[in-house]
Nanobody
Framework: QVQLVESGGGLVQAGGSLRLSCAAS????????MGWFRQAPGKEREFVATIGGNGAYTYSADSVKGRFTISRDNAKNMVYLQMNNLKPEDTAVYYC?????????????????WGQGTQVTVSS
């Protein structure tokens, strides 16, 4: 079993930055592919970014490329999402997710474990 707890959300003005954190309670954390997703009101949950178990690869959605960066610290069982140049359309609940087996994935169905989410609100 893997438990995921997100933190770092909040209210920020457009153009600002936030850093989301995800703490994972998992044995062999480095074997899990980690991802960030988001869900805005009335919309489906969508892929934001993913990172390989050893950080060898990262992939991001086109809508956040050049603005958001996913990273991880396996020694601390942590995953991060650095969000810069935030826009009002980035407003959503952000979820951390874990996947095992390995391999990048962008679909929600590909992830086995989910956190409760953290709210990010970007004002114009």
């Amino acid at each position: 079993q893997v438990q995921l707890v997100e933190s770092g959300g909040g209210l920020v003005q457009a153009g600002g930055s936030l850093r989301l954190s995800c703490a994972a309670s998992a044995r062999a954390f480095s074997t899990y592919v980690m991802g960030w997703f988001r869900q805005a009101p009335g919309k489906e949950r969508e892929f934001v970014a993913t990172i390989g178990g050893n950080g060898a690869y990262t992939y991001s959605a086109d809508s956040v490329k050049g603005r958001f960066t996913i990273s991880r610290d396996n020694a601390k069982n942590m995953v991060y999402l650095q969000m810069n140049n935030l826009k009002p359309e980035d407003t959503a609940v952000y979820y951390c997710a874990a996947r095992n087996p390995s391999g990048p994935a962008r679909r929600t169905d590909d992830y086995n474990y989910w956190g409760q989410g953290t709210q990010v609100t970007v004002s114009s």
